[in-house]
């Protein structure tokens, strides 16, 4: 008898011991589980972040190629200017130097402002006589990127290629 009352002393002074245990178990594992969600946010942004990089670099080469497979003709166009209406679609009809300018123009415009590509994308291309080099840029929305590197929630990406190359 004087058995089963001391495991009964014992029982009682257990009871809220193991309930403790429990509620920090949880708040740790609910710690952690918030702090594996921030990670993955963050992973889910740059990813983002660079999956638009990759895009303007695959955009500016793009026009880079075009502009060195058209040699003698000037490209130009500024971040304000409409873009141009192409007559023909050189794609399937036999253009001129400057129709085929135009209508390598208005692809990649076309390219650049898709919202499936990069989010309000413009593009500019200008030509220095001097040093006979084009220098291509690109300007699109991202707010989630470093402060650094956006002027106005915009960032703008730039390329200078020879004209001769």
């Known amino acids: 008898m004087a ?3 001391s495991n ?6 257990c009871c809220g011991f ?12 609910a ?7 921030a990670l993955q946010i963050k992973a ?16 500016l080469t793009d026009m880079a190629e075009r502009l060195r497979s058209n040699p ?23 253009c001129s130097s400057s129709e085929l300018a135009s209508w390598d123009i208005r692809q990649w415009r076309t390219s650049l402002e898709d919202a499936a590509w990069l989010p309000e994308g413009e593009g500019q291309v200008s030509f220095n006589a001097l040093t006979q080099t084009y220098a291509i840029a690109i300007r699109y929305t991202w707010s989630q990127l470093a402060a650094v590197e956006l002027i106005g929630n915009q960032r ?3 390329l200078a290629t020879s004209a001769r190359e």
């Not at 009964?8 to 002074?13: C, E």
């Not at 003698?72 to 036999?94: E, K, R, S």
């Open 31 to 37: 710690f952690g589980m918030l702090g594996m969600t």
């Open 8 to 13: 009964k002393k014992f029982a009682a002074n």
């Open 72 to 94: 003698g003709t000037t490209y130009a166009i500024a971040f304000t200017a409409a873009t141009p209406v192409a007559i023909l679609d050189c794609a399937v009809d036999i």
């Open 44 to 59: 889910l942004k740059s990813t983002q972040a660079a999956q638009l990089d990759s895009h303007v670099r695959f955009l």
């Open 3 to 5: 058995g089963m009352l």
């Open 156 to 158: 703008t990406v730039s």
């Open 18 to 29: 193991s309930l403790i245990e429990v509620l920090i178990a949880l708040f740790l594992q």
